[in-house]
């Protein structure tokens, strides 16, 4: 992000927000902040974490997982040369 040219994505808009926060100085305020990302982060590393364990088969139920996440799809179509 810059100034000349500002994204919408999660990343810049958190991005803004912390500066933001930054800019009021409120210590309490940054202190929730801060929170708030831990535990986002903490979240997206356990999502990860079960994808990786599920795809791996080291997850006791992967291959029921992805069968039904399969099933869901809609039919492969097949790539033309």
Not at 23 to 28: A, K, M, Q, T
């Amino acid at each position: 992000m810059t100034e000349s040219k500002r994204c919408d994505c999660f990343m810049c808009r958190r991005h803004a927000e912390l500066l933001a926060v930054i800019g009021r100085g409120n210590i309490d305020e940054m202190a929730k902040f801060i929170v708030q990302q831990e535990t986002s982060i903490l979240n997206l590393e356990l999502d990860r974490d079960v994808a990786n364990c599920v795809l791996d088969g080291s997850w006791p139920s992967a291959r029921e997982q992805l069968e039904r996440a399969l099933a869901k799809c809609p039919p492969a179509t097949e790539e033309q040369p």
